[in-house]
């Protein structure tokens, strides 16, 4: 699978913006790039996937670069209960037979400030 | 809602002794996951069912760890021996299709298990 490198730790302020990179230059056409998020003491969060085109849902939007090597998680309006810890995973698509697995980096913790 | 659901919360048990952890996944999804967590460490896949086959068991560490599935839904992740490394936050999560889908997984809030 891809590896995917992120920032350790952001800061963001309440009511902006938090915009969290995550790069994946090794990526390859089939693979999807998820979006988790994990708040102290529970478990991951889904958030939001894509493979190429940007998406939007009702938590966050995903920005994939034309060359899929990197992507950008948008928070379009941060909450102090956004602090969490973001995974940014790419997920082979497999063929038959093959069982795809999510391989998990250390993520960035976002603290969001009020 | 109906999320996915593990028992207990928390586990304390010594050395030697044998472990069981529950997970109720969502009712209808097809697929399950077993994850260990590590302090300050990404979740680690461990083991994949569909329905009740173990289709992937290549991240389970050890002979010692064991996990089924035998009606295709609650499964149990059964440590024997524990050691003192087998000490993590082992999380469940569900989907509904199988992995063959682009189906995101919904996880439980996991088992802190401690071995003294």
């Known amino acids: 699978d891809a590896k995917t490198t992120q920032p350790p730790s952001m800061d963001c302020a309440e009511g902006r913006a938090a915009n969290l990179p995550c790069n994946h230059s090794?990526?390859?056409?089939?693979?999807?790039v998820y979006w988790y998020r994990q708040i102290h003491s529970q478990g991951p969060q889904y958030i939001i996937h894509?493979?190429?085109?940007?998406e939007t849902n009702e938590m966050a939007s995903l920005i994939i670069t034309e060359d899929r090597k990197s992507s950008t998680l948008i928070l379009p309006h941060a909450t102090l209960r956004d602090t969490a810890v973001y995974y940014c995973?790419?997920?082979?698509?497999?063929?038959?037979?093959?069982?795809?697995?999510?391989?998990w980096g250390l993520g960035t913790s976002l603290a969001v400030n009020p | 809602g109906a999320g996915v659901s593990q028992s207990p919360r928390y586990k304390v048990a010594k050395r030697g002794q044998d472990v069981a952890l529950r997970c109720d996944p969502i009712?209808?999804?097809?697929?399950l996951f077993w994850y260990q967590q590590a302090l300050g460490q990404g979740p680690e896949f461990l083991t994949y069912?569909?329905?009740?086959?173990?289709?992937?068991k290549s991240g389970l560490p050890s002979d010692r760890f064991f996990a089924e599935r035998p009606e295709g839904s609650v499964s149990t992740l059964k440590i024997q021996r524990t050691q003192q490394e087998d000490s993590a936050v082992y999380l469940c999560?569900?989907?509904?299709?199988?992995?063959?889908?682009?189906?995101?997984?919904?996880f439980g809030d996991g088992t802190r298990l401690s071995i003294l």
């Open positions: 999560a569900s989907s509904l299709l199988s992995v063959t889908a682009n189906q995101p997984q919904h």
């Open positions: 009712s209808g999804h097809v697929s």
């Open positions: 069912f569909q329905n009740e086959a173990q289709l992937d």
């Open positions: 090794t990526i390859s056409g089939n693979e999807y």
């Open positions: 894509g493979l190429k085109n940007n």
């Open positions: 995973i790419v997920s082979h698509f497999p063929n038959a037979g093959n069982n795809r697995k999510l391989i």
